[in-house]
């Protein structure tokens, strides 16, 4: 089973987007996924697949409150997605973000364990995917869903802001834990992808990053996203757009990453 994380310096850079498309991708080509949203400081997976307030979140499975059983919820058979697709809930009430934003260092190792009892049990049910949704920045919620990946998506943003904070969070936190990234540029202006500025902002990439973490790609902005109003599973209800093709490419680099110690293959 592969365990990734995606996670950004900042919020804005659509992670949760990709996270939840790429989930589906690969649950459609008949991979069993488990996709956990463990962004607790804004919850947001249950608005992208349309689902109705629950009373069972991911949290109180944390909390040893709960079963895994309890807080996963199959989306396959409504999707009618070829494998299995089992997603954990953040609680999206303000009290409940409030009350998890102060937890304290030790409960969130007891909350590592508890997810690294859930990758254990997930693999050994025939999971091939657990993707973690992580909050942005460097939080105890977003080191945990590091430490337990074998490696981690980095999402940014072309612009000098994301630059110098995916570099701190890449020399601040990676390379302490040593633990092994992609980096995926999202929202791309389609100009800098045309010559002569792509040629410029490659150079400048590779200057920056080239020694810190593997360039997976980029993915344009496209305007037509937004119509979706964050409540649109791409992959589902327009799997032709140019977004979700340019998805279905990171998809493919993922299916060939060999793991914790290797390099990608086939980034653009």
Same mark, same amino acid.
């Given at each position: 089973?592969k365990c990734f994380t995606l996670h950004?310096?900042? /919020?804005?850079?659509?992670?949760?987007?990709?996270?939840?498309?790429?989930?589906?991708?690969?649950?459609?080509?008949?991979?069993?996924?488990?996709?956990?949203?463990?962004?607790?400081?804004?919850?947001?997976?249950?608005?992208?697949?349309?689902?109705?307030?629950?009373?069972?979140?991911?949290?109180?499975?944390?909390?040893?409150?709960?079963?895994?059983?309890?807080?996963?919820? *199959?989306?396959?058979?409504?999707?009618?997605?070829?494998?299995?697709?089992?997603?954990?809930?953040?609680?999206?009430?303000?009290?409940?973000?409030?009350?998890?934003?102060?937890?304290?260092?030790?409960?969130?190792?007891?909350?590592?364990?508890?997810?690294?009892?859930?990758?254990?049990?997930?693999?050994?049910?025939?999971?091939?995917? %657990?993707?973690?949704?992580?909050?942005?920045?460097?939080?105890?919620?977003?080191?945990?869903?590091?430490?337990?990946?074998?490696?981690?998506?980095?999402?940014?943003?072309?612009?000098?802001? *994301?630059?110098?904070?995916?570099?701190?969070?890449?020399?601040?936190?990676?390379?302490?834990?040593?633990?092994?990234?992609?980096?995926?540029?999202?929202?791309?202006?389609?100009?800098?992808?045309?010559?002569?500025?792509?040629?410029?902002?490659?150079?400048?990439?590779? *200057?920056?990053?080239?020694?810190?973490?593997?360039? %997976?790609?980029?993915?344009?902005?496209?305007?037509?996203?937004?119509?979706? %109003?964050?409540?649109?599973?791409?992959?589902?209800?327009?799997?032709?757009?140019?977004?979700?093709?340019?998805?279905?490419?990171?998809?493919?680099?993922?299916?060939?990453?060999? =793991?914790?110690? =290797?390099?990608?293959?086939? /980034?653009?």
């Amino acid at each position: 089973m592969k365990c990734f994380t995606l996670h950004s310096y900042k /919020g804005g850079t659509g992670k949760t987007t990709i996270a939840a498309n790429l989930a589906v991708m690969l649950s459609q080509m008949g991979r069993n996924v488990a996709l956990l949203d463990l962004d607790f400081q804004a919850p947001s997976l249950h608005t992208l697949f349309g689902i109705r307030p629950q009373t069972t979140y991911i949290n109180a499975y944390l909390a040893q409150e709960k079963t895994p059983k309890e807080v996963l919820v *199959d989306l396959a058979p409504s999707l009618k997605l070829k494998g299995r697709l089992l997603v954990g809930f953040s609680d999206p009430n303000v009290e409940a973000i409030r009350s998890q934003l102060a937890r304290d260092r030790k409960w969130h190792m007891q909350a590592l364990s508890q997810l690294l009892n859930l990758k254990v049990r997930l693999q050994a049910e025939g999971a091939d995917y %657990m993707i973690l949704d992580s909050a942005p920045g460097v939080h105890y919620s977003s080191v945990n869903a590091i430490v337990l990946s074998d490696f981690t998506v980095i999402v940014a943003k072309i612009d000098n802001f *994301d630059f110098d904070g995916t570099v701190n969070v890449l020399d601040g936190l990676y390379t302490p834990l040593n633990k092994p990234t992609l980096l995926l540029f999202n929202k791309v202006v389609p100009a800098l992808l045309e010559e002569p500025r792509y040629s410029q902002v490659r150079k400048t990439i590779e *200057d920056t990053f080239s020694s810190k973490t593997k360039l %997976m790609g980029f993915i344009p902005c496209y305007c037509d996203i937004a119509l979706g %109003m964050g409540s649109e599973i791409h992959a589902l209800t327009q799997p032709k757009i140019p977004f979700v093709q340019s998805l279905k490419k990171m998809a493919t680099i993922l299916e060939k990453w060999p =793991g914790p110690q =290797g390099t990608a293959k086939g /980034g653009t």
